[in-house]
């Protein structure tokens, strides 16, 4: 890959600062939506006119509150205005991201752009299928399923009365899930066919690695739901804003929330329990991820947190 230099202002940040933890500023002062990639050696933040590639282990080897002057990429990915969704293929080798009327899918491999998907409305969010098919969710309330391989579309269907912000395909590519203002659809990836809604807000929508359960910011409450049965496997809230983003660990015991609050909370799935509320509480979370040893977020302002998970528990255990 190329390798950019990228200037920032030197940043001031209140707070404690958390065991393990590591804030980041971007140039443009704003950050929407982050990614790790599979290997867990790659951040994709997206912010204004594209998407920074970091290695995420020299990161967060700085440690602290890193006052920096100059940060390094590994790349840059153009697309112009803002970004709002950014994600890994599941081989790792390609990035998606959308945006004003566009989501573009680039070849990590090559550093070059591959296919563009052209729509009406603005990609709210996208995420990858197992099969490398791309589910993009439209301000227009549609979900569109696209073949980046064919460059074509294999479904597009209205799920959502108001914009689509959250959505998601089970790690079996059998089931896929979307979330907006006014609900949250399970439904068949093949052909779109609604299973089951859930009534209320739901920002953002993520399964579990095995598909066993479906998780949505629902307002401000985390709800989790078992995939098979429908019922609700745990509630709760305890952000006091709306939940923007949703995460799950790669074996599932853990998840995270980022919420309109300014705050990251870490939850414990098998017993529905939250174990630690991270951030500051100022401007607002955008987006999280979890995978690995870190745990990544941005912020409305364009910080990047990077916290390093073993730290984290250690020091909640003790």
């Known amino acids: 890959m190329r390798r950019l230099i990228v200037w920032t202002s030197v940043i001031i940040v209140l707070g404690v600062l958390a065991v393990g933890e590591t804030v980041l500023s971007l140039p443009e002062g704003w950050a929407k939506a982050v990614a790790i990639s599979p290997d867990g050696e790659v951040l994709a933040v997206a912010t204004t006119g594209g998407v920074y590639l970091f290695s995420l282990p020299a990161l967060a080897a700085l440690s602290g509150r890193v006052d920096l002057e100059v940060a390094e990429a590994l790349e840059r990915l153009p697309l112009e205005g803002y970004v709002h969704a950014v994600d890994f293929s599941p081989d ?135 995939t098979a049965t429908r019922f609700t496997y745990f509630s709760a809230q305890r952000h006091h804003g709306c939940i923007w983003g949703v995460a799950f660990s790669p074996d599932g015991r853990l998840a995270a929330t980022a919420s309109l609050d300014g705050t990251v909370r870490l939850w414990d799935v098998v017993g529905g329990e939250d174990l630690l509320a991270l951030g500051e509480g100022e401007e607002s979370m955008e987006d999280v991820d979890l995978r690995g040893e870190y745990l990544v977020a941005c912020r409305k302002d364009g910080l990047v947190y990077i916290w390093r998970l073993s730290e984290l528990l250690e020091n909640d255990e003790g």
């Open 92 to 226: 790792g080798r390609s990035l998606a991201a959308g945006g004003w009327s566009v989501a573009l899918v680039w070849d990590l491999e090559r550093a070059e752009p591959g296919v563009a998907v052209e729509v009406q409305g603005f990609v709210h969010a996208l995420a990858f299928a197992p099969d490398g098919k791309l589910l993009l969710g439209l301000s227009t309330g549609e979900v569109l399923l696209w073949d980046p391989a064919r460059s074509e579309a294999i479904w597009k269907k209205s799920l959502h009365g108001g914009a689509v912000w959250g959505v998601a395909a089970s790690p079996d590519g059998e089931l896929a899930a979307s979330g907006g203002a006014g609900k949250g659809a399970l439904f068949r990836l093949a052909d779109a066919e609604v299973l089951f809604e859930f009534p209320g807000h739901a920002w953002d929508v993520e399964f579990t690695p095995d598909g066993f359960l479906l998780g949505i910011g629902a307002g401000k409450v985390f709800k989790v739901y078992d």
